[in-house]
């Protein structure tokens, strides 16, 4: 399913490369198929076409910290990316507070990590996996 979307978007910027979110889009179906490199491509792409988009930042962020491939994984830049798209979102999205505390956390920010899941909650205090996700950046602060 998600390969057969990926080939819509690909008749979508055969017919005009232009398209932004086609970029996004395809880089979403390929990040689930595992073609990371690929959607390394779609989403920076995606991002020189429009450089202020928080949630372009913010996609590039969560495959920078998630990707299972070594080449493609990069802690430094997902930190950057998940900033970027914080600050561009003026902390009003809970998603990518959520992907900013992950990248804190990668990096060894834990302290940051938990402030930023806190705020994911915030505006989010239901989301299941924001708790699980604050309550392991706790249990690795209270080692």
């Known amino acids: 399913k998600d390969k057969e979307a990926a080939g819509d978007f690909d008749k979508v910027l055969m017919l005009d490369s232009r398209r932004v979110g086609a970029y996004v889009y395809r880089g979403l179906c390929r990040e689930k198929t595992g073609q990371y490199a690929d959607v390394l491509k779609d989403y920076t792409t995606a991002l020189s ?47 990518i507070l959520d992907t900013l505390a992950m990248a804190y956390f990668v990096n060894g920010k834990v302290k ?10 915030k505006l989010e205090p239901e989301n299941e996996r924001f708790k699980g996700n604050l309550k392991k950046y706790e249990e690795v602060k209270g080692e």
Do not use: C, F, R
């Open 49 to 95: 076409m429009n450089p202020k988009d928080a949630n372009i930042h913010n996609n590039l962020a969560w495959l920078y910290v998630t990707a299972k491939d070594e080449k493609v994984k990069d802690n430094i830049k997902a930190l950057e990316h998940a900033v970027k798209a914080s600050e561009m979102s003026n902390e009003g999205n809970a998603d």
């Open 112 to 121: 940051e990590a938990i402030e930023a899941e806190q705020k994911a909650l």
